[in-house]
């Protein structure tokens, strides 16, 4: 009999020990899930964050293309026939227009448009007015300083601005409704004449003036519109 009790005392406690063990293995879990969510939501933003930049490449490809197919004549807009019309049969489709803003930013799309996700009201990306004018056409050959000039880089639509500009996705400036779209972390993805690319922060105070010049030149936020682009490119950061 106090064999039979011993043996039930022995199945008991290794019951609760196993219950105490089963206890402790959740509370590991639970601590580890909660350091680990953190770095996996990080490394998802920074894989979505490359991807983005992987079709501003593709688009930066496209428009080396139609330069050298055009005679040097970069793809302006004077008209309203914008830059991704004019690329878009150097592309295979219009998915690298569309999927950034759709993966990162959905609820910023605006519906019921004929031209879809990938025209001038909701495309991810919007080309520098001060590169690609919306007024003139210009020559490769006229951009000063292409390592340090800005091509395109992530747009707002106007439902992000509150504006009711038709063409607000398709256009990035360093003031007013077409400012770039800090999407990715509370960065931008940008790409520059010369085809290397780099995201940045929205900077403001001094620093502001380092990023900005990258669109226009840092005198012409202190002194007004340029009167020549050529001096104004000598005020331009390269730290950016």
Known sequence: MNMKRSSKKKADASRN??????LI???IIAI????????????????????????????????????TDWKEWLPSNPGGDYYMFKLKPYLPGTKVYTSCRLSNVPDSVLNG????????RNISFGASIYTLPVSSYRKYMDITQPSRKILFGDSQTSKQSGSTLSNNAAIITYAGYYLP????????NF???????????????????????????????LSGPPTSATYYDTFLIPNF
Not at 113 to 120: R, S
Request: hydrophobic share 45%.
């Open 32 to 67: 580890l899930a909660a350091l680990l969510f953190p770095a996996l939501n990080k490394a998802r933003l920074s894989a979505r964050k490359t991807a983005c930049m992987n079709d501003l490449r593709q688009i930066h490809t496209a428009f080396a293309m139609y330069v």
């Open 25 to 27: 293995v959740i509370s």
């Open 191 to 221: 790409i520059f004449v010369d085809g290397h690319s780099r995201p940045a922060k929205k900077i403001w105070g001094s620093g502001m003036l380092s990023y900005y010049a990258h669109f226009v030149g840092i005198t012409h936020l």
């Open 113 to 120: 448009y004929e031209d879809g996700y990938w025209g001038t």
């Open 17 to 22: 020990f196993t219950l105490i063990e089963l």
């Open 181 to 188: 779209d800090y999407r990715h972390g509370g960065e931008a």
